[in-house]
Each structure stands twice: as C-alpha cells, then as structure tokens.
T-cell receptor
Framework: EPEVTQTPSHQVTQMGQEVILRCVPI?????FYWYRQILGQKVEFLVS????????KSEIFDDQFSVERPDGSNFTLKIRSTKLEDSAMYFC????????????FGEGSRLTVL | SQKIEQNSEALNIQEGKTATLTCNYT??????LQWYRQDPGRGPVFLLL?????KEKRKERLKVTFDTTLKQSLFHITASQPADSATYLC????????????FGAGTRLFVKA
C-alpha cells in the first residue's frame, strides 16, 4: 500500500540551528501538508501546499518556516533558526486529487531542540 | 475562534462492550467531519469521513453520527477489542475553516481484556 515517508525519524539540534525535514508524499497526490504535535498536545495545522505554492498557513507558520517541493517527489519543511519551543513531532500528510477528504500521514519526524 | 472539544479523560471499557466517544465543536460549519486513530509515537490514521448532509456512517465495527444542529459527532466502536486501544481524533474540514483539516485533542481509549 502506498505510504507517506518522512526523514529523519528523529533529529536533535541546537537552538538557533537550521533544520530541514523531508517528506515523500504518495506519488499521485496533489495536496501536501505539514502538521506538528507537541508532546501531549493536539495535532496542529502548519501549512498546506498545492500547485507549487502555499494555499494556506496557520499563525504558527511564521517567517522562520518555509516549505518547498524541489522536485517531483520531495516536500520539505525548513525551520530557519530553531527555538526550544519548536521541539515537537512534525507530520507530513498528503491528499489525492481533491482538496477535501482523507489525509494520509507519515510516521513523523521528532525534532528535539536543545 | 474555532474549537473542537473531545473528552480529555481516558475512556476505559471492557472487551466486547461498545465504546462511544464524543466530539463537539463551536464557531465552525464543517463540510466534512472525520475520525482518525493515533497510536503513541505514530501518525494519525484515517478511519471514517461523514459529510454535513449525512446523519450516520458505518464501516465494519465503527459507526459515526453527525448532528450539525447540535454541532456534535458520536463515534462508536462495537464489540471492542484490546487492539482498539488508542487515541481517537475528531477532525473538521471546510468550508468556514478553509479546506485545511483541524484536529481535536483526542480521547484515549483503553479496552481491557
């Protein structure tokens, strides 16, 4: 069964460092998302991406964050200068050819900022 | 602001019984309501979607109801099994919130053998 894959599974970084989290969505999907989940809290929407541009973003997704689809398969989330409060699980998700409906999630990248 | 409320207390039930989880929402008119399952340290997994013009949806042992007047959904697992133990997330999608999917905090379910 097709799946969303994310790398790395766990990254530890120092405050102020740049981090790039990578995702390979399901191959024929057109809508891409990043969510985050701070330990013990809810899954929070960060950004949605369609047709090579951001379609929607939350208040969390400030100037420190950026997304990119550099080629036909990868979808990346960059955090420019990490803060302690960026420590969380980051989930990539994708949808097929409709902007509504089921989200397919990856297994997440755990980011720990020291 | 938009809010999704799920019972924060864990639900403990005996194997074979029916588990019923509640999702209430405010300041939102969703076009779709979804339920996901999340196991510890894993990504959410889609279970069921129900549209605003549907009252009830079933899939195997799962049943979802959707009352847009009460702004509430009930999620039922019949003949529950220990393998059903997980956190269950309610999620809302469009149109007042755009077409992003937003999640409730989830309810933890424990099924005892």
């Amino acid at each position: 069964e097709p799946e969303v894959t994310q790398t790395p599974s766990h990254q530890v970084t120092q405050m102020g460092q740049e981090v790039i989290l990578r995702c390979v969505p399901i191959s024929n999907h057109l809508y891409f998302y990043w969510y985050r989940q701070i330990l013990g809290q809810k899954v929070e929407f960060l950004v949605s991406f369609y047709n090579n541009e951001i379609s929607e973003k939350s208040e969390i997704f400030d100037d420190q964050f950026s997304v990119e689809r550099p080629d036909g398969s990868n979808f990346t989330l960059k955090i420019r200068s990490t803060k302690l409060e960026d420590s969380a699980m980051y989930f990539c998700a994708s949808k097929g050819d409709s902007k509504t409906g089921e989200l397919f999630f990856g297994e997440g990248s755990r980011l720990t900022v020291l | 602001s938009q809010k999704i409320e799920q019972n924060s207390e864990a639900l403990n039930i005996q194997e074979g019984k029916t588990a019923t989880l509640t999702c209430n929402y405010t300041n939102y008119s969703p076009a779709y309501l979804q339920w996901y399952r999340q196991d510890p340290g894993r990504g959410p997994v889609f279970l069921l979607l129900i549209r605003e013009n549907e009252k009830e949806k079933r899939k195997e042992r799962l049943k979802v109801t959707f009352d847009t007047t009460l702004k509430q959904s009930l999620f039922h697992i019949t003949a529950s099994q220990p393998a059903d133990s997980a956190t269950y997330l309610c999620a809302l999608e469009g149109p007042t919130g755009g077409f992003k999917t937003i999640f409730g905090a989830g309810t933890r379910l424990f099924v005892k053998a």
